[in-house]
């Protein structure tokens, strides 16, 4: 039995901020709420819901896949929660995908949210519980100084420069400054990122995406349902995704080949050969600076080293040949983790319906490309859309 072709129908985000009052619960409820009025749909219209939401440690709630079920919208309905690190937001359309291309639902909901200040004192905390108790705990690991350690690689490997990599901040954070959700936007030259705060060198603060809470909705549907809900649907074309080993002391931390494996399953999926000339807009992860530059690369849209290029030419800008995360990414508008991935499918959506505002790419863009990246460093999930 074929596949049902599947459409993003409705979306709703609330704005990305650290310690708002909101509780989780809340969070879930203000974009569920939006993404169900954006397409004039009700909680009776859906017979599902995904959630993806932190591990009970990084919100301070226990339970949280259960907490978060009315806030969402899944009292009393089928719910399915996943969670895979940074990953999650791309791999919850991922997921609901499935259910309705299957048959088994003709509407779900998309929810992700995250409360990351929830976390005491801070989200570094529980990371530093995920490693492996023998052979990487005692060197007291966290997620920044491992970060570290691999944009160090990968600016080795390719004769990269830290200024390079800072542009990509400059970039995400100006893009940020037209988003109505944004966190951290703020008009900032290569000068500010190269003498912000050193983390963990090559890291400073300014290469890396703040700590927030937020959370996002999808309406997907079958086509049936979609052509009835909407007249501008957007189609799932293309979906990937990889996971490496979690041991990243054995990956080629110059790059991401979970990426590429991702990104080779959805373009087989959508039919893309060249996505240099087959996508229009890309909104790839970006918790750190260096990482958009490393996912680009591994999602084919520059060789390995080459994505720098990308952006010092203006090609990533958002009036560019290929714009790269004119939404301002994690960098630009906040990262509570797996909204901030479903951030990623929602841009894209509104880009290729002409509704993303100040942030609308020119022209009449007709696909996009949302990824994320996460777990130990070794997750890639990847979403194709269109029109």
Not at 35 to 57: F, M, Q, R
Not at 148 to 175: C, Q
Not at 198 to 222: I, N, Q
Request: neutral net charge; contains cysteine; glycine residues 10%.
């Amino acid at each position: 039995m074929p596949f049902r072709r599947v459409a993003v129908v409705g979306a709703g985000m609330t704005r990305f901020m650290r310690r708002a009052l909101e509780t989780p619960k809340e969070l879930a409820f203000y974009a569920t709420r939006m993404a169900l009025d954006s397409c004039e749909l009700t909680l009776k219209d859906i017979d599902g819901v995904i959630l993806g939401s932190a591990p009970d440690a990084f919100d301070g709630v226990h339970r949280k896949g259960e907490y978060l079920i009315d806030g969402a919208g899944a009292f009393r309905k089928p719910v399915m929660r996943g969670y895979v690190g940074g990953g999650t937001g791309v791999w919850a359309v991922i997921q609901g995908w499935y259910h309705v291309a299957s048959g088994l639902f003709d509407t779900v909901l998309v929810v992700c949210e995250e409360k990351m200040s929830s976390c005491y004192p801070h989200p570094q905390g529980a990371f530093n519980a995920i490693f492996d108790h023998t052979l990487e705990r005692p060197l007291g690991t966290n997620l920044l100084w491992i970060f570290a350690l691999e944009m160090h690689r990968y600016m080795a490997t390719y004769g990269i420069t830290e200024r390079d990599i800072a542009l990509v901040s400059v970039k995400n954070k100006r893009n940020g400054l037209d988003h109505p959700c944004s966190h951290v936007a703020g008009n900032i030259t290569v000068d500010d990122v190269l003498q912000s705060e050193v983390m963990a060198w090559p890291v400073k603060r300014l290469d890396v995406s703040p700590t927030s809470d937020g959370a996002v909705a999808l309406v997907m549907a079958c086509e049936e349902k979609a052509r009835r809900i909407t007249h501008k649907p957007v189609w799932v074309e293309g979906i990937g995704w990889c996971l490496d080993t979690s041991y990243w002391t054995n990956r080629d931390l110059a790059y991401p080949v979970y990426v590429e494996k991702a990104a080779r399953m959805a373009y087989k999926m959508a039919g893309i050969v060249d996505p240099r000339k087959q996508i229009d807009i890309v909104e790839p992860y970006d918790p750190f600076d260096y990482k958009e530059l490393h996912h680009l690369e591994g999602l084919g849209f520059a060789r390995r080293g080459e994505a720098p290029d990308l952006i010092a030419s203006g090609v990533a800008n958002r009036d560019g040949d290929l714009p790269v995360t004119p939404s301002g990414g994690l960098l630009g508008v906040g990262n509570p983790i797996a909204a901030a991935g479903l951030m990623k499918v929602a841009e894209i959506f509104w880009q290729l319906r002409g509704e993303a505002g100040k942030r609308q790419v020119p022209g009449k863009p007709r696909r996009g490309l949302a990824q994320a990246w996460g777990d130990l460093m070794q997750v890639g999930t990847v979403v194709v859309l269109g029109i």
